[in-house]
C-alpha cells in the first residue's frame, strides 16, 4: 500500500515567484498560540505536550486540572502542523503511559480541543477553531469506516491461521481499501488548498497524483501558506518531484544510472535495456513491508515472461547489504539487483523521483518508457500486452 502514504517539486516556485494566490487571513496568524482543552475522563496530572511536526522537543506543555488544560506559551511563526499528545494513566511494567494524539494546525487562534469516546480504549481528540482544524475533522470521519476496514484486513493478512490463498484475496481487497481511502483524501485536497490542511494533505499524497494535477494544486496555495517556514520546503519538494516526473514520463526516454550490484560490481540500466524486449525497474527495499507483499506477483511475473523477453532490474533503497541480501534470498529473487545503499538518498530514486516504494517502470527495446507504477494484475496484463 502506500504508505504511506501512502499523494510537487520545481515548477512550483517559479509559478509560486510570479504569481499570489488568494490570502487566508487566519494563516496570517505569528504570535502566542491559544489552544485551550476539554477533556472529559482524563484525570489530573496527566501530561499535555505540543510538538511541531518533525521535531522531537515539545514546543509547549500543559497539566490537565479539572479535565482542562490551556497551552499558550509557544510561539509560532505564520501556520504550522503539529502534534498534541496526551500521557495518561499510570505507568505499565516499561514505564510507558498511555496516550492519545491528533494532529493540530497552529493558525486561527484561539482552538479548542475536545476529547471524544467514553473508555480510555476509544478515547480521541476533535480540534475546533480554524478552517484547517474543521475540515480534517470531516476528513477522519469519512475515513473512519475504511479505516476500521483496512485494520481488519491487515490483522487477518498477518493472522498465521489465514490460508496462503485467502491472504492473496486479503491483499487485493487491501489494496481496494486503499484506493478508496487515497480517492476520499485526494477530494479533501482538492477543497482545501486555501488552508494548511490541503498542503499537508498533498504533501502526503502527491505520489499518486498526475503531477500537472500537482503544479496545478501548488497555485492555489494562499502565499501566506506557501511563503511560510513550514509550506515553504513542502512546495519546494513537491515541485522538484513534479519536474522529474514529467522528465520521466511514459513516452520519454529512459535514464541512464549505473549502480552496485550485491557482489560491488558495477551494472548499468543500460546494459539490460539493450539486450532485452521488455525490461520492467522495480524500486524496493528489504525493509518496505508493501514491496515484500507484492514480490510474490514480481517473482510470478519473472517466471512467465523471461522466455519472451522480460528482464527485470530491481534497485533497492537499502542501507544495509546483509539486510538486502537476505530478502533476495528470502523473497526467491533471481533476477539482476543493483543499489548504491543510501536509502532515500538512492541516486536512482532522485534520478526518477521515486517518492514510494513499491514503484515500477517499464522500459521498452527503443528505451522508452512504457508504463509506470503497475503492480499485481495490473503489471501481468501490461506486460502480457507489450510481450504477446
Given at each position: 500500500m502506500k504508505k504511506s502514504f501512502l499523494a510537487v517539486l520545481v515548477m512550483g516556485l517559479a509559478l509560486l515567484a510570479t504569481s499570489c494566490g488568494p490570502k487566508s487571513p487566519e494563516a496570517d496568524f505569528t504570535g502566542p498560540i491559544s489552544v485551550k482543552g476539554t477533556v472529559s475522563g482524563i484525570s489530573d496530572g496527566a501530561v499535555v505536550r505540543l510538538s511541531l511536526v518533525g521535531e522531537p522537543t515539545p514546543i509547549d506543555s500543559a497539566i490537565v486540572e479539572g479535565e482542562s488544560f490551556l497551552l499558550h506559551s509557544a510561539k509560532v511563526n505564520g501556520p504550522s502542523a503539529a502534534s498534541l499528545t496526551i500521557y495518561f494513566g499510570e505507568p505499565?511494567?516499561?514505564?510507558?503511559?498511555?496516550?492519545?494524539?491528533?494532529?493540530?494546525?497552529?493558525?486561527?487562534?484561539?482552538?479548542?480541543?475536545?476529547?471524544?469516546?467514553?473508555?480510555?480504549?476509544?478515547?480521541?481528540?476533535?480540534?475546533?477553531?480554524?478552517?484547517?482544524?474543521?475540515?480534517?475533522?470531516?476528513?477522519?470521519?469519512?475515513?473512519?469506516?475504511?479505516?476500521?476496514?483496512?485494520?481488519?484486513?491487515?490483522?487477518?493478512?498477518?493472522?498465521?491461521?489465514?490460508?496462503?490463498?485467502?491472504?492473496?484475496?486479503?491483499?487485493?481487497?487491501?489494496?481496494?481499501?486503499?484506493?478508496?481511502?487515497?480517492?476520499?483524501?485526494?477530494?479533501?485536497?482538492?477543497?482545501?488548498?486555501?488552508?494548511?490542511?490541503?498542503?499537508?494533505?498533498?504533501?502526503?499524497?502527491?505520489?499518486?497524483?498526475?503531477?500537472?494535477?500537482?503544479?496545478?494544486?501548488?497555485?492555489?496555495?494562499?502565499?501566506?501558506?506557501?511563503?511560510?517556514?513550514?509550506?515553504?520546503?513542502?512546495?519546494?519538494?513537491l515541485t522538484e518531484w513534479a519536474e522529474k516526473q514529467i522528465a520521466t514520463a511514459i513516452g520519454k526516454d529512459y535514464l541512464d544510472i549505473t549502480l552496485q550490484t550485491p557482489e560491488g560490481e558495477d551494472l548499468s540500466l543500460s546494459d539490460l535495456v539493450s539486450k532485452n524486449k521488455l525490461v520492467l525497474v522495480d524500486f524496493w527495499a528489504s525493509w518496505c513491508g508493501p514491496c515484500r507483499l507484492e514480490m510474490p506477483n514480481v517473482v510470478k511475473a519473472y517466471k512467465i515472461f523471461k522466455e519472451k523477453g522480460l528482464e527485470i532490474v530491481g534497485i533497492s533503497l537499502d542501507n544495509n547489504l546483509e539486510a538486502w541480501k537476505k530478502a533476495i534470498k528470502d523473497d526467491g529473487i533471481t533476477w539482476p539487483q543493483m543499489s548504491d545503499l543510501q536509502g532515500w538518498k538512492s541516486a536512482a530514486a532522485t534520478l526518477y523521483g521515486v517518492s514510494s516504494i513499491p514503484s515500477t517502470i517499464l522500459i521498452d527495446a527503443e528505451g522508452k518508457i512504457v508504463a509506470k507504477n503497475l503492480r499485481g494484475d495490473e503489471l501481468n496484463a501490461k506486460i502480457s500486452e507489450l510481450l504477446p
Open positions: 505499565d511494567s516499561t514505564g510507558e503511559q498511555k496516550t492519545i494524539s491528533e494532529r493540530i494546525f497552529l493558525e486561527g487562534f484561539p482552538l479548542t480541543v475536545e476529547s471524544t469516546g467514553e473508555t480510555e480504549e476509544t478515547f480521541g481528540l476533535a480540534v475546533r477553531g480554524s478552517a484547517a482544524n474543521e475540515a480534517q475533522l470531516e476528513l477522519n470521519e469519512a475515513l473512519k469506516p475504511h479505516a476500521s476496514q483496512y485494520a481488519a484486513l491487515v490483522e487477518e493478512y498477518l493472522s498465521k491461521e489465514t490460508a496462503p490463498e485467502r491472504r492473496i484475496e486479503v491483499y487485493r481487497q487491501l489494496d481496494a481499501v486503499d484506493s478508496v481511502m487515497t480517492i476520499i483524501q485526494q477530494e479533501a485536497i482538492r477543497k482545501n488548498m486555501g488552508n494548511t490542511l490541503g498542503l499537508t494533505l498533498l504533501r502526503n499524497q502527491f505520489h499518486g497524483m498526475n503531477p500537472d494535477t500537482v503544479l496545478s494544486l501548488i497555485q492555489k496555495v494562499p502565499e501566506s501558506i506557501s511563503k511560510s517556514p513550514y509550506g515553504e520546503p513542502m512546495t519546494a519538494r
